[in-house]
């Protein structure tokens, strides 16, 4: 395990640790339910959670109870579903109809799967056969959107969801929230890039976890690699 050497001296300044949950702190798995985190990524949480100087956060595009039933960390803020859920904060109506109108137009096909979020609509084609991948995304491009709503690509998944959030938003605002502390963002997937590029922009750290074209100015390869960042990190003298 090769660690970019910059990365390793970030631990003797006050950080501000933003990490995004699957791909990152956990591989990547076919069923959503069964993402269980990295091991040691919740033991490097804890740590730095209890940091006198650092501080860390997990930012999501699932539900902020999911997140938090997988580490089962307790002081650990998880911002959910893309920025629109905070914690502390009241989270707006979720908007049934849009969703009922999404999901009647997906198409049937083996496979394909639908996670309704309440407030958003995630739907995952990783188990659909490959010769079928082709059609389904370009079914899935095809659907008519409701007013005030986006749709946003990851791996192999389709995220439907009101506009207006999404992680760079979020990213920055918990950035603004701390200006004393060097905010450093972690994450695998299309819908962390704008997290990159808005941190970039303000002199944060980005991290690309994985293969890919990224805006981010840091790479490694797996969610080993950043376990074992974040144990550094926690370990650096306070």
């Given at each position: 395990?090769?660690?970019?050497?910059d990365?390793?001296?970030l631990?003797?300044r006050?950080?501000?640790?933003?990490?995004?949950?699957?791909?990152?702190?956990?591989?990547?798995?076919?069923r959503p339910e069964?993402?269980?985190?990295e091991?040691?990524a919740?033991?490097?949480?804890?740590?730095?959670?209890?940091?006198?100087?650092?501080?860390?956060?997990?930012v999501?595009?699932?539900?902020?109870?999911?997140?938090?039933?997988?580490?089962n960390?307790?002081?650990?803020p998880?911002?959910?579903?893309?920025g629109?859920?905070?914690?502390?904060?009241?989270?707006?109506a979720?908007?049934?109809?849009?969703?009922?109108?999404?999901?009647?137009q997906?198409?049937?096909?083996?496979?394909?799967?639908?996670e309704?979020?309440?407030?958003?609509?995630?739907v995952?084609?990783?188990e659909?056969?490959?010769?079928?991948?082709?059609?389904?995304?370009?079914?899935?491009?095809?659907?008519?959107?409701?007013?005030?709503?986006?749709?946003?690509?990851?791996?192999?998944?389709?995220?439907?969801?009101?506009?207006?959030f999404?992680?760079?938003?979020?990213?920055?605002?918990?950035?603004?929230?701390?200006?004393?502390?060097?905010?450093?963002f972690l994450?695998?997937?299309?819908?962390?890039?704008?997290?990159?590029?808005?941190l970039?922009?303000?002199?944060?750290?980005?991290?690309?976890?994985?293969?890919?074209?990224?805006?981010?100015?840091?790479?490694?390869?797996?969610?080993a690699?950043?376990?074992?960042?974040?144990r550094?990190?926690?370990?650096?003298?306070?």
């Amino acid at each position: 395990m090769s660690l970019p050497p910059d990365l390793l001296t970030l631990g003797g300044r006050p950080l501000l640790v933003l990490c995004d949950y699957d791909g990152t702190l956990a591989p990547i798995v076919s069923r959503p339910e069964e993402a269980w985190p990295e091991p040691g990524a919740r033991e490097a949480l804890s740590r730095l959670v209890a940091h006198p100087r650092h501080r860390a956060a997990v930012v999501t595009g699932r539900l902020a109870e999911q997140v938090h039933a997988f580490l089962n960390l307790s002081g650990l803020p998880v911002v959910g579903l893309h920025g629109m859920e905070w914690p502390g904060e009241e989270i707006a109506a979720a908007d049934h109809e849009a969703i009922h109108l999404i999901a009647a137009q997906l198409p049937d096909v083996p496979g394909l799967r639908l996670e309704d979020k309440g407030w958003t609509l995630a739907v995952h084609s990783r188990e659909v056969a490959g010769e079928r991948q082709a059609g389904v995304e370009k079914a899935l491009d095809a659907i008519t959107l409701p007013p005030g709503w986006e749709m946003i690509s990851g791996k192999k998944v389709r995220e439907f969801r009101p506009a207006g959030f999404g992680k760079g938003r979020a990213v920055e605002r918990l950035a603004r929230q701390d200006p004393h502390h060097l905010p450093v963002f972690l994450g695998d997937d299309v819908t962390d890039e704008e997290g990159f590029l808005r941190l970039r922009a303000r002199g944060g750290v980005t991290i690309k976890v994985g293969e890919g074209e990224t805006a981010a100015e840091y790479r490694v390869e797996s969610p080993a690699e950043v376990v074992a960042l974040l144990r550094h990190w926690g370990g650096a003298a306070g």
